[in-house]
């Protein structure tokens, strides 16, 4: 009868983990990250900085990611998110996990808000890195907290992609963890 309660709970509180990248995922911008090697300074896109990555002789200035500058909406990805809220949030969680700082969240609202994307159910997650690490520790960590065997994730980068995917090998989640693990590289930014 213990395992019987045991299994039954575990059900219970299973959960759905629906986790978007925002630049170049949900949205494509103007915003760029001004690069300085040796005095001289370029711009780049987030699109060139995802290949590329930061370099330890480069300095990096990503104030223009505060704001969000001119943004398109990528309607193919932010239909996908709009499901996920419509979905609701028992046993659900819908994620924004962007590199961007911290102190982008409320243009990032803002935005979402102002394409009619209800964020009171949405979860900011801004690590301020770029670093793919990040954003598996992180997914890792929530797929513990919440008994997540459902995960989705949608990201232009696959450098971010192929960290999340490790997750599937991880030997902290036995075979058959997942009941769904839905990880994909999108690039529909391209297209605008």
């Not at 704001?67 to 979905?87: F, M, Q, S, Y």
């Not at 962007?98 to 808000?113: D, F, K, V």
């Amino acid at each position: 009868m213990s395992l019987l309660r045991e299994y039954i709970r575990e059900i219970i509180n299973e959960s759905k983990l629906r986790v978007f990248d925002f630049d170049d995922t949900l949205v494509k911008s103007s915003s760029r990250i001004k690069v300085t090697r040796s005095g001289k300074e370029k711009y780049i896109t987030p699109a060139e900085f995802a290949i590329q990555g930061e370099k330890p002789e480069h300095e990096y200035d990503y104030s223009e990611f505060l704001d969000v500058i001119e943004p398109h909406e990528i309607r193919k990805v932010t239909n996908i998110l709009r499901n996920a809220i419509r979905a609701g949030a028992d046993g659900r969680e819908t994620v924004i996990l962007s590199a961007r700082a911290p102190g982008s969240e409320a243009s990032i609202r803002n935005y979402l808000e102002d394409i009619g994307i209800d964020t009171s159910n949405i979860t900011f997650a801004l690590l301020g890195t770029a670093d793919p690490g990040a954003k598996k520790a992180w997914i890792k960590r929530r797929i513990i907290d919440k008994n997540v065997k459902d995960l989705l994730f949608l990201d232009d980068s696959g450098k971010n992609v192929t960290a999340v995917q490790e997750l599937k090998d991880d030997p902290d989640f036995p075979t058959g963890w997942f009941d769904k693990f839905d990880v994909r590289k999108v690039s529909y930014a391209a297209e605008l």
